[in-house]
């Protein structure tokens, strides 16, 4: 029997690539599949959104993970590289960069390549993380155009610091900064992630760079995914492994943080913290098991979980499953219950987990 099951769907990814064709129906679509494509598994997922028309990934590891897997597609760099050795990489294996400062761009230009690498400038509309100032723009894309590193068709770029919430005005400054600095320019345009394709249809451009919708999870505030026509593409599942009596004023687990007040029963749950579940969730955190909800009680371990199942205790055996989040419970309310984003709970994903593709 197998215990901490990551069961993929992989009918749920094509319908949520679907869905971003839908909200946005004349971008290209960038899938983003940085961090082990969500903790979905980097190479199986791309292998199954041949009708994305480019890749994205953080890191050259990355990159070069997804080519030694068989995907051809072009694939951009989110952070560029890191060092001019990096280019005849980026050559080599046709990945496409990004230009977010002056140490790149002079590395770039003071390169000396067999040929010119694809190029997208990043702006920083307001993110203030990675991205030349709107200042510096004319004189970056000036740059690059004359540079003979880099390829003719540059690409302009910009991210969204508060796309998730439709009442913040950041995301239509951000948009217009955008437009006024490129306005005129024929380069095409990138500027949404996945709350930016669902929530702000004018800063949606030639390209949109969707991830976490991909994955079935809504990136909006206090959002869940099928509000959006979403299907999760993660079910994480377990197994009971005991199951105990307790009586009333036992104080249970690491620290006795969780006392029962009356006599109960709890059933014992194989997942913790070593699988990536979230240490942090709260008392009460729901779990389902045969189609009932209950509460986690006590302190998350690395391997167990308690889970109170009180009077229904007698319908509940050692081996049954146990849903930790799915379709059925979605992602997003579990993080809310350990005061953290769906993003991380799916990254943290750990190798004891196994993983189940479901064509
Ligand atoms: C991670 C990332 C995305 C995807 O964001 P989601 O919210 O998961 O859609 C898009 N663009 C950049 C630059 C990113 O780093």
């Keep these: 029997m197998r215990l901490a099951i990551a069961e993929i769907n992989l009918k749920a990814l094509a319908n949520n690539l679907a869905q971003v064709k839908h909200f946005a129906p004349n971008c290209k679509v ?5 961090a082990n494509a969500y903790g979905h598994g980097l190479v199986k997922i791309a292998q199954h959104l041949s009708a994305a028309d480019a890749f994205a990934v953080a890191r050259i590891d990355e990159a070069l993970a997804l080519r030694a897997g068989g995907l051809t597609k ?9 060092h001019q050795d990096d280019l005849p990489i980026l050559l080599a294996n046709n990945f496409q960069t990004i230009i977010h400062d002056e140490n790149q761009l002079a590395a770039l230009e003071s390169a000396t390549l067999d040929a010119p690498i694809a ?5 920083n509309t307001g993110m203030h993380r990675l991205g030349i100032a709107p200042s510096q723009f004319e004189s970056f894309y000036h740059r690059l155009k ?25 995301t239509t400054q951000q948009i217009a900064l955008f437009d006024s600095l490129t306005d005129g320019k024929a380069q095409q345009h990138c500027l949404a992630n996945s709350a930016g394709i669902l929530a702000w249809p004018h800063g949606h451009g030639d390209w949109v760079r969707p991830g976490l919708m991909l994955y ?6 206090n959002g869940v995914g099928k509000e959006h026509g979403l299907a999760p593409v993660m079910r994480l599942t377990t197994r009971v492994i005991a199951i105990r009596d307790v009586d009333a004023h036992q104080c249970v687990g690491y620290g006795g943080r969780w006392c029962s007040d009356k006599p109960t029963k709890l059933a014992v749950v194989a997942m913790g913290y070593g699988d990536g579940y979230p240490r942090h969730a709260r008392q009460g955190t729901p779990v389902i ?19 109170d199942i009180g009077d229904n205790g007698d319908n509940i055996q050692v081996g049954d499953e146990v849903i ?6 979605p992602v997003e309310e579990i993080a809310q ?8 709970l799916l990254c943290n994903i750990t190798p004891r987990v196994s993983y189940e593709y479901q064509e």
């Design 146 to 170: 004359a540079s003979d590193n880099a390829r003719d068709d540059i690409k302009l770029m910009t991210h969204f610091s508060c796309a998730d919430d439709v009442n913040d005005e950041k």
């Design 119 to 123: 190029c997208w400038l990043k702006i």
């Design 337 to 344: 219950c350990a005061s953290t984003i769906p993003y991380e």
């Design 74 to 82: 072009p694939i951009v760099l989110l952070e560029g590289f890191f």
């Design 289 to 307: 098991i045969k189609s009932q909800r209950y509460g986690i009680v006590g302190t998350v371990a690395m391997d167990m979980i308690t889970v």
């Design 324 to 329: 930790m989040w799915g379709p059925e419970l």
């Design 216 to 221: 079935g999870v809504s990136p909006m505030l």
């Design 30 to 34: 960038m899938a983003v599949l940085k």
